[in-house]
């Protein structure tokens, strides 16, 4: 197990008020779109539990999932029972692409709607099939403001998360074996599934990027990446889409050390760094350089030949990322 090459001065140099600074950006960025009851009608009404009874490893869990309001929307948070919830293109715009999409919340919270669902409207309009993942998160106190709180203690000291991460990547890697089980029935090519999250969905994005024994047909995390510990960079690396702001007070370092790693092992990632925009900006636009980063991933997908239908002639994904 190898340790990111991350400076962990500069880490704490960083501080408690530029913290809290930074999370409150994030935040108020992480807004939807449209409100979030309105994300909510809209969604679709297929979830699948990722699990038969109840998860590996939350046995003794007690808490209750619930939601808490942000100035924008609301988080979901004390899941208990991780989820997948389906969205599929219309049949004659399907290009047979799944996406499985990882909200953030450094694992205490989900942005289920901003950095989930509305996601997953945007590649469905691109005929992509997309999966959000409702992954499990480190139980927080009831009372919101207990709550934020805690998630204040976090984010003020050295980030190290890959304790709290364990079962969020545990329900990641299960969210890639349920869609590749279920592809023909959802209309995905096996060969053709990739994952992309957010923030602390960037980080289990990664890890089930270096972990999976079969080989996604790419990833993105997008502001975020491993944390703390991790496994060497393999060889079968997936082609990886890598974008954050440059004032990005909050991941920008750990992101950095991630694309050397995988740079000093010969892979080839995509990476776009953006004049401002923050943490968090998802796919809202903000009059910011970080409003271009959708266009450019979906660009990217179109170079691996993943926004075509199989009909079309697409050039192959295999060996991109190299």
């Known amino acids: 197990m190898n340790r990111f090459a991350t400076d962990r001065s500069r880490d704490r140099s960083i501080g408690w008020v530029a913290r809290y600074a930074a999370l409150t950006v994030a935040i108020l960025c992480w807004a939807t779109v449209g409100s979030a009851d309105e994300i909510a009608k809209a969604a679709p009404k297929t979830v699948v539990k990722l699990w038969p009874g109840v998860a590996p490893g939350s046995e ?42 990882a909200p953030g919340g450094a694992f205490r919270f989900l942005m289920m709607d901003s950095e989930g669902h509305e996601m997953a409207h945007s590649l ?35 980030l190290d998360l890959d304790e709290d ?18 592809a023909n029935e959802w209309g995905v090519s096996p060969d053709r599934i990739g994952f992309m999250g957010f923030s602390a969905g960037a980080m289990v994005t990664s890890q089930v990027a270096l972990r999976s024994p079969e080989r996604l047909a790419f990833a993105a995390p997008i502001y975020g990446a491993p944390i703390g510990e991790m496994p060497g960079i393999p060889a079968n690396m997936p082609p990886l889409f890598l974008a954050y702001a440059s004032d990005d007070a909050l991941l ?25 925009g923050g943490h968090g900006f998802g ?15 979906y660009n990217w997908l179109e170079s691996l030949g993943m926004t075509r239908t199989r009909d079309d002639k697409a050039p192959a994904a295999s060996g991109a990322g190299k």
């Open 283 to 297: 796919i809202r636009k903000q009059g910011k350089s970080s409003d271009q980063w959708i266009e450019d991933f």
């Open 252 to 276: 920008a370092p750990f992101i950095q050390s991630f694309y050397k790693a995988l740079t000093d092992a010969k892979h080839h990632p995509e990476l776009h760094i953006y004049r401002n």
């Open 60 to 101: 003794s869990a007690r808490q209750m999932e619930q939601e808490s309001p942000i100035p924008i929307g609301r988080v979901t948070r004390n899941v208990v029972e991780p989820t997948l919830t389906v969205y599929l293109p219309e049949g004659s715009k399907a290009t047979g692409t799944g996406v499985i999409v």
């Open 124 to 158: 469905v309009a691109r005929g992509i099939a997309a999966f959000v993942l409702k992954y499990r998160v480190v139980e927080t106190p009831k009372s919101d403001a207990e709550m934020w709180q805690a998630v204040m203690k976090v984010l003020s000291a050295p």
């Open 165 to 182: 991460a364990k079962l969020a990547i545990a329900d990641g890697t299960q969210a890639l074996k349920i869609v590749r089980e279920r």
